[in-house]
């Protein structure tokens, strides 16, 4: 599995973006997919997760309904909708692959999660 995660950038507060993860080895159907990120000087923050059922879950707490977690499955990708970005979103982003249970099963504990994509850097300018 190699997972790739793209779509960062430079935006302003208020502003969206929409993150993508692209597994080019494996069907992204086949396990969950979750969302991490890190700002600097910070732990790795889970952001959310999605099964292969399509049920999401979320840090609610960091995220506030802003974020939304989705799959593509014919484009075999994972995608991380952010919008109402604040500063506070700044950091590294990356995806990651848990393949326990067969993807029923969502964590929020990064140990969990077995293979890790190489982030993407997402500012938010206030």
């Known amino acids: 599995v190699q997972l790739q995660a793209s779509g960062g950038g430079l935006v302003q507060a208020g502003d969206s973006l929409r993150l993508s993860c692209a597994d080019s080895?494996?069907?992204?159907?086949?396990?969950?997919t979750g969302w991490f990120r890190q700002a600097p000087g910070k732990e790795r923050e889970f952001v959310g997760a999605?099964?292969?059922?399509?049920?999401?879950?979320y840090n609610t707490k960091s995220v506030k309904g802003r974020f939304t977690i989705s799959r593509d499955g014919a484009k075999n990708t994972v995608y991380l909708q952010m919008n109402s970005l604040e500063p506070e979103d700044t950091g590294v982003y990356y995806c990651?692959?848990?393949?326990?249970?067969?993807?029923?099963?969502?964590?929020?504990?990064?140990?969990?999660?077995?293979?890790w994509g190489q982030g993407t850097q997402v500012t938010v300018s206030s």
């Open positions: 999605i099964g292969i059922d399509g049920r999401t879950i």
């Open positions: 990651a692959a848990d393949y326990r249970f067969g993807g029923v099963i969502m964590t929020s504990n990064p140990i969990e999660y077995d293979s």
């Open positions: 080895g494996r069907s992204a159907s086949d396990y969950a």
